[in-house]
């Protein structure tokens, strides 16, 4: 069954499932390109992949429309992480799936530029921001559209091993004028 697409009246989309896989490959496409200047060569030399696994959210509002969020934020994504030019920056592209604060099945595509402020031995500590698009629902039975977010983060990691994200979204609810920022630790593999 198709859908409107983002609002716009008379365009209809793919059905969600497929337009949810077309998306999500797509973006892995695109997160595999490597940044404009550079060679596959000088790439591989400092660049690795992740696998992104649960995260954990926790909301400054408790709830919306009487129901409690979902905090338990499950799925399973792919990260392309590499340092810029050898200096402290690092940039990090990302596409996952996981369930959404409306407890529904989201897609999430985001770059976070981070700077290492600390490290020792394997374990190096950043700070940065991130910026991304989601694919998802606005509301609790509402339609899925693309919504842009940015977030500060702080990042512990590793070479190889378990990583760990923390990043803060900034959001003021229309409706109820509240601050509705929300709070997220999410976990990942280097390969």
């Known amino acids: 069954m198709a859908h409107p697409a983002g609002g716009l009246s008379g365009v ?18 695109i997160i595999a390109l490597p940044a404009s200047g550079q060679t596959s060569n000088d790439r591989a030399d400092d660049a690795n992949w992740a696998l992104i696994g649960p995260s954990f959210s926790y909301h400054q509002q408790r709830s919306h429309a009487n129901r409690p969020y979902n905090e338990k934020n499950f799925g399973l994504g792919l990260a392309w992480q590499r340092k810029i030019d050898g200096s402290a920056w690092e940039q990090s592209r990302e596409v996952y799936v996981a369930r959404d604060s409306f407890n529904q099945t989201s897609l999430f595509i985001d770059t976070t530029l981070s700077r290492a402020i600390a490290a020792s031995g394997n374990l190096s500590f950043h700070t940065g921001g991130k910026a991304g698009i989601a694919y998802k629902n606005a509301d609790w039975d509402g339609p899925r559209t693309w919504r842009p977010y940015v977030a500060a983060v702080i990042c512990f990691r590793q070479e190889r091993g378990i990583n760990a994200k923390i990043s803060y979204a900034y959001h003021k609810n229309s409706s109820t004028n509240r601050v509705n920022g929300v709070f997220v630790l999410q976990f990942a593999h280097a390969l």
């Open 12 to 29: 209809t989309a793919l059905p969600p499932r497929i337009e949810l896989w077309n998306v999500l490959l797509s973006s892995a496409a």
